[in-house]
């Protein structure tokens, strides 16, 4: 999706000749490489405290050379915050992976790059937490679920469990662990991928084969 990279790098050039405009991020599935034809461009624009502060909202829409474009104007003040402590994964996956098409003064870059990769003690402890929490979904509270005769509960478990799960081995491979939407998308992209994972995700997410609540029953 060239064009979609174009219409953001033109509209990155056009913003940033703004004098309180420090930088220009592409994130998102352009930045990301899994852009299709239902995707839109979402930038985020570094400005000054007082240039942000000066709008009526952080969020705005346009359209530039035929493309819907998101815009979130924020801070570094901002952006720290939200990378500082190493604590929300969303937001560290979407600023290490997202593209600088804008950096005049290097401030931007030189933030993110204080925040590419864990600590190990951090990197340790997200292991363990993902792991625990997955395996309190399943087989512990889907197990239960489906003893109790009460399979919704025990499939909503286990697709939580599913999830944490997925996290361990981008954690294993050195890398930020990606959201919700690119999480099965970004396996194929690790050093080491789980074997037939595609196949395995569905029998269990999909139910290829049906789990009975009887069957769990008599296991009991």
Same mark, same amino acid.
């Given at each position: 999706?060239?064009?979609?990279?174009?219409?953001?790098?033109?509209?990155?050039? #056009?913003?940033?000749?703004?004098?309180?405009?420090? +930088?220009?991020?592409?994130? +998102?599935?352009?930045?990301?490489?899994?852009?299709?034809?239902? !995707?839109? =461009?979402?930038?985020? =624009?570094?400005? *000054?405290?007082?240039? =942000?502060?000066? $709008?009526?909202?952080?969020? #705005?829409?346009r359209q530039h050379d035929g493309v819907f474009v998101?815009?979130?104007?924020? @801070? /570094?003040?901002?952006?720290?915050?939200?990378?500082?402590?190493?604590?929300?994964?969303?937001?560290?996956?979407?600023? &290490?992976?997202?593209? =600088?098409?804008?950096?005049?003064?290097?401030?931007? @870059?030189?933030?993110?790059?204080?925040?590419?990769?864990? %600590?190990?003690?951090?990197?340790?402890?997200?292991?363990?937490?993902?792991?625990?929490?997955? *395996?309190?979904? &399943? %087989?512990?509270?889907?197990?239960?679920?489906?003893? $109790?005769?009460?399979?919704? *509960?025990?499939?909503?478990?286990? $697709?939580?469990?599913?999830?944490?799960?997925?996290? /361990?081995?981008?954690?294993?491979?050195?890398?930020?662990? %990606?959201?919700?939407?690119?999480?099965?998308?970004? /396996? !194929?992209?690790?050093?080491?991928? %789980?074997?037939?994972?595609?196949?395995?995700? #569905?029998?269990?997410?999909?139910?290829?084969?049906?789990?009975?609540?009887? $069957?769990?029953?008599?296991?009991?």
């Amino acid at each position: 999706m060239t064009y979609l990279r174009d219409a953001a790098a033109g509209l990155a050039d #056009e913003i940033v000749a703004a004098d309180d405009v420090l +930088g220009v991020l592409l994130h +998102g599935s352009v930045a990301l490489g899994h852009a299709d034809d239902h !995707s839109d =461009v979402e930038l985020r =624009v570094v400005a *000054t405290p007082d240039a =942000v502060a000066a $709008r009526d909202s952080t969020g #705005e829409t346009r359209q530039h050379d035929g493309v819907f474009v998101e815009l979130d104007w924020t @801070t /570094l003040d901002r952006i720290e915050a939200d990378l500082a402590d190493w604590d929300d994964d969303t937001a560290l996956y979407v600023h &290490a992976n997202a593209d =600088v098409l804008a950096d005049p003064t290097g401030v931007v @870059t030189d933030l993110l790059g204080r925040y590419d990769d864990y %600590p190990a003690t951090v990197r340790e402890e997200k292991c363990f937490s993902y792991w625990y929490h997955a *395996t309190g979904n &399943a %087989p512990l509270d889907s197990g239960l679920a489906f003893r $109790r005769d009460d399979p919704l *509960t025990a499939e909503l478990s286990l $697709r939580r469990a599913v999830e944490g799960y997925m996290a /361990l081995p981008f954690l294993l491979d050195g890398r930020f662990v %990606p959201y919700r939407k690119w999480r099965r998308a970004e /396996l !194929s992209t690790l050093s080491w991928t %789980p074997t037939a994972f595609e196949s395995r995700l #569905e029998t269990v997410v999909l139910g290829t084969t049906r789990r009975k609540s009887k $069957r769990w029953s008599r296991s009991s």
